[in-house]
């Protein structure tokens, strides 16, 4: 039965005008001095009856709705909240899964108000349809009661090697596995998951489900081999190749943290977001031993940086025990990356936006280690022609900010060694890989690729449809 027809059928315009002012019911949340206190989800537990409701708020437009357009893996969302209204929800879980590997994921932590929510029609009047809550409510409500399972196809006796474990090559070894090549994933960690494993905040994303997806995989026939670096002498992608391999996937995403090229940054106190966050978030026996204490905050926090790793670093300094904790961006709340969602939950949670300000030193105290942060206030340009804005320091403007700890969360960009350890594989500014976005073809033959590595820190969503586009390159190449 093809749903989405129906719905067009079943929805005259008075049905959409009952529907278009329901009030939406919101995210349940634990309360803010509750969820600080620990490093549980801060989302509530949802119910059957809010999921129902808040999906009836769907008009269901005709023909191919915004928010699938506005999709990046180009869910049905449309069908998919019919079911949920319905109380359909395996339906509904199936439906989000035709086209997302990682929905449950995707769900709670790509920036829906950029993509589906802001596409959703209901925003003009009021508040969109929860679209990522009820994605991620439908199909994590089918992983508890009947599992998910993937079915590999029949064997082709093709090798194909994915290295990075992260959402590109999960998303990669998925639909490989799913055509009957033999997949192993190599990362230079010890467990599978990438930045969602050693990183992401449990209050975020609960790392079970991570664990869940992997199990699914493993039981499909994908093997993994951790705390392998390719790329160093050990093990090259010339050598994966010489063991049989026939294709490559390089999933590596970009973890490697942009200085912030001003004094001071090496001095005690000051840490960059990757290794707060993994010392911080991630199960201690999958870190080594000089990494399985967490960093020590002072009273006063200074995180610098406005996307998604900097809220995490600032909510998860709170929860650490510091006392004040402040983001200092230099653009405006307009330009600031990352989830608006969970920005609002940092605020509620007494997190300090400090916007238009940037840091040019840290100085040490008498003790040698940081104490203040001198900053500018900064002034942002007309859009150019292409609609970029240049922030500019206003002249006169320093003001110090005292500050135990400092985190550093600019910006990121991809480890080198892969990419300078394969003959010829073409890089660009800041040793991202050149490749087709549409297939993942590299420069190297058999070498294929996708997510952050390609495209610069982006969404988790756009890293699971490169890996996807990329396997069926791949397979198509093997044939």
Known sequence: ???????????????RKSRIHLPSSGLPTRPAKERTGDFHEARAILTKDWAKYEASRCIHCHEIAA????????SDISQALYLIEQGNFLDAARVFRKTNFLPEICGRVC????????????????????????????????????????QPGEGTGRKVAIVGAGPSGL???????????????YDSRSHPGGALTYGFPDFKLPHTLIDDIWKSLKQAGVSFVGN????????????????????????????IDAPLEIPGENLPGVYKATEFLIRANTEKSYLPPRMRMNPEVGRRVVVIGGGDPATDCARTALRLGAEEVTCLYRYTENEIPGRARDRLLAIEEGINFEYQSEPVRLIPGPDGELAWIDCVKIKVGEPDEIGQRYPASIEGSNFIVDADTAIIAVGYYPD????????????????????????????????????DVVTGPDMVVTAMVAGRKAAYTIDAYLG
């Open 1 to 15: 039965m093809k749903i989405t027809t129906d719905l067009q059928a079943d929805f005259s315009l008075i049905d």
């Open 67 to 74: 928010c699938r357009r506005a999709c990046p893996a180009g």
């Open 111 to 150: 920036p829906q108000e950029k993509l589906c929510e802001g596409a959703c029609v209901l925003g003009r009047i009021g508040d969109p349809v929860l679209v990522g809550v009820l994605e991620s409510f439908a199909c994590e409500y089918e992983r508890q009661e009947k599992g998910v399972t993937i």
């Open 171 to 185: 998303a990669c070894a998925d639909i490989l596995v799913r055509m009957g090549h033999w997949v192993t994933i």
């Open 228 to 255: 392998t670096y390719v790329g160093k002498k050990k093990k090259t992608v010339n050598d994966l190749f010489e063991e049989g391999y026939e294709a490559v996937f390089l999933g590596v995403g970009s973890g």
């Open 416 to 451: 080198p060694i892969i990419t300078a350890t394969t003959p010829g594989l073409k890089t660009q500014k800041w040793g991202m890989i050149i490749a087709d976005r549409e297939t993942g073809a590299t420069s190297r033959f058999g070498v294929f690729t996708g997510g």
